[in-house]
C-alpha cells in the first residue's frame, strides 16, 4: 500500500497460506486471495468516482463501483459508478464501448446484489486483449414480504431476519398484524395484501411469502404479484388448494406462464410440522431459487456445492438482469 501510495499506480497482490501452513498458525485450512490497491489521489480523476460510491454507501442506496484489476497499465484504477438505472459516473479510458460493455456486466451483478470479477476485452468486446473488472455492489438489504398475520409467519420473519431481508408482515386484520406478536419484523402493516403490493417499493430481490391462505385475499394479491419484477412468489396451502387457487387465478386473467413463476404449495420437500420447520422449508427454497440450486442432497450428487447464481437466461420472468 505504501508503494502504490508513493507511485500513485494501481497494484493487484496475491497473498495465501498453503494448508500446512495454515494449520501451524491455528487456522483450519489454507487459500489465496488477490487484493487490488487503488491509490486516490488528491488530482486522481477516479477521485470524484469513489467519493460518490462512497456518499451511495452511506446513504444505504445501491451502486456498484467498477475498477479495472487486471489489463493495460494505462487502464489500472480507472473506476465508474453504476446506478440502478444504468446510469454511470466516470470511466475506464475513454473507450465508450468499454464503458458500455462494463455497465452492463456491472449491472447485472448488482442487480443480483454480488460482488466479483468479470473478463472482457479492451475495447468491450469479448475478443481482444483481456481485461479483468472488478465489480462491488454496494445494496440495501433484499425485501421480504409476508402476507398473512399466523403463526408460520412470526418463525418466517426470523428466519427472514436471519437471511438478511429487511422483513415486513401484512394482513389486512388488525387484531393479528401487531407488533406486540411480530417483534423482530421490520416493520407491520394493516392492510389488504394487493392494496399494501401496489403502492411499496420493490426490487428484483424481493420475495413475496404469501401465508393468508384465503382466497379473497390470495387471488387479487397474486394476480398482481405474478407480474411483477421480483425474486420469488410463494403461496402456501394443501395441493388441493393450490388447484383451486389456480384455477380462481386463470379465470381472472393469469396465463399459464405467469402461473409458472409461483412456488404453490410453498417451500421444500423437508417433511416439516411445525412452524419453525415450515419456514425452514420456506427459506431453503428462496435460497434454491437466488442461487441456482437444485434442492436435492448432496450426498451422492455430482452437482457443485456452492453456485454462483442462476444465468440470466436462467432468471424468473420480469427480472432485470
Known amino acids: 500500500m505504501r508503494q502504490a501510495l508513493a507511485d500513485g499506480e494501481s497494484t493487484l497482490e496475491s497473498f495465501g497460506y498453503s494448508d500446512e501452513d495454515a494449520f501451524a498458525t491455528g487456522l483450519t485450512c489454507g487459500g489465496v486471495i488477490d487484493i487490488l490497491v ?3 489521489l488528491a ?7 469513489f467519493a460518490a460510491a462512497c456518499a451511495a454507501a452511506a446513504q444505504g442506496a445501491a451502486a456498484a463501483l467498477v475498477r479495472v484489476a487486471e489489463g493495460p497499465p494505462e487502464l489500472l484504477g480507472r473506476a465508474l459508478l453504476v446506478h440502478p438505472d444504468g446510469k454511470y459516473e466516470g470511466g475506464l479510458g475513454g473507450h465508450f464501448n468499454l464503458d458500455r460493455a462494463a455497465v452492463g456486466e456491472a449491472h447485472a451483478l448488482l442487480d443480483a446484489g454480488r460482488t466479483g470479477t468479470v473478463a472482457i476485452g479492451e475495447g468491450g468486446a469479448r475478443c481482444g486483449q483481456p481485461l479483468t473488472l472488478l465489480v462491488e455492489s454496494s445494496v440495501p438489504p433484499p425485501r421480504m414480504i409476508v402476507f398473512g398475520a399466523i403463526d408460520f409467519a412470526s418463525a418466517l420473519v426470523r428466519v427472514g431476519k436471519l437471511l438478511g431481508h429487511h422483513v415486513t408482515v401484512c394482513d389486512a386484520r388488525a387484531v393479528f398484524a401487531t407488533r406486540r406478536r411480530f417483534p423482530e419484523a421490520d416493520e407491520v402493516v394493516v392492510d389488504w395484501p394487493h392494496r399494501y403490493l401496489q403502492s411499496t417499493r420493490l426490487g428484483s430481490r424481493t420475495v413475496l411469502c404469501v401465508l393468508t391462505h384465503d382466497a379473497k385475499f390470495d387471488v387479487p394479491l397474486l394476480e398482481l404479484a405474478l407480474r411483477l419484477p421480483v425474486a420469488y412468489i410463494g403461496a402456501m396451502g394443501s395441493r ?7 384455477e380462481r387465478l386463470r379465470q381472472v386473467g393469469v396465463t399459464e406462464r405467469e402461473l409458472a413463476r409461483l412456488r ?3 417451500g421444500l420437500d423437508l417433511g ?3 412452524p419453525e420447520e415450515t419456514a425452514l422449508s420456506i427459506a431453503a427454497e428462496i435460497v434454491a431459487v437466488r442461487c441456482g440450486g437444485s434442492g436435492a442432497s448432496l450426498r451422492g450428487a455430482h452437482t457443485p456445492i456452492h453456485h454462483d447464481g442462476p444465468r440470466r437466461s436462467e432468471l424468473t420472468i420480469g427480472e432485470v438482469a
Open 43 to 49: 488530482d486522481s480523476p477516479a477521485r470524484a468516482v
Open 272 to 274: 416439516a410440522r411445525t
Open 264 to 266: 404453490s404449495p410453498i
Open 240 to 246: 388441493r388448494t393450490h388447484l383451486e387457487r389456480d
Open 38 to 40: 487503488t491509490p486516490v
